[in-house]
């Protein structure tokens, strides 16, 4: 009689910690794909500078930053007075301006897109004569 609880507690005592053990299994697999993933999305960028990333992803709409299919960029000290503002808004573009996810831009490079656009002195030289200086 005795035997069959303790068969009975042997088995309940089996199930919960195989059981807790195939759980934990999952948790670390799906850390562990988790960490794949992450490896392949910084694989996929390139360590690229701030000018080269402009030439690969910007200056086809806003060539050498003046005014094309994008506006100039000479306002962002005004539009974007922050670092941050200016990184959210590239990282979520607007209309038909390309969002930048961190696949196609990790976090460094676009700190170092962003220290490249801080960077520009944007002269877009009205036609006719300029005055003296
Ligand atoms: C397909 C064309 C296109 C590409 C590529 C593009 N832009 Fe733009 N960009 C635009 C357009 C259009 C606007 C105006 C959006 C609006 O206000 O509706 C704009 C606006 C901006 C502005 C806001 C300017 C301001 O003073 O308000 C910034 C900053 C900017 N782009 C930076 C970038 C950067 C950096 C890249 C490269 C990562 C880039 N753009 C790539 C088309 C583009």
Not at 81 to 107: A, E, H, N, W, Y
Not at 123 to 128: L, Q, Y
């Amino acid at each position: 009689m005795s035997n069959i609880a303790g068969r009975v507690t042997l088995l309940i005592v089996l199930v919960a910690t195989t059981g807790g053990c195939a759980m934990s299994e999952e948790i670390r697999r799906i850390e562990e794909m988790k960490k794949l993933n992450q490896r392949r999305d910084q694989q996929m960028t390139t360590d690229l500078s701030g000018q080269q990333i402009f030439v690969r992803s910007c200056n086809s709409c806003h060539p050498g930053a003046k005014a094309g299919m994008g506006p100039a960029l000479d306002m962002l000290q005004d539009h974007f007075p922050t670092d941050d503002k200016l990184k959210k808004f590239i990282r979520t573009g607007v209309g038909s301006m390309p969002p930048q996810p961190k696949s196609i831009l990790d976090d460094q490079e676009l700190d170092n897109l962003v220290a490249y656009l801080r960077s520009l002195k944007v002269e877009e030289k009205p036609f006719g004569p300029q005055p003296a200086r």
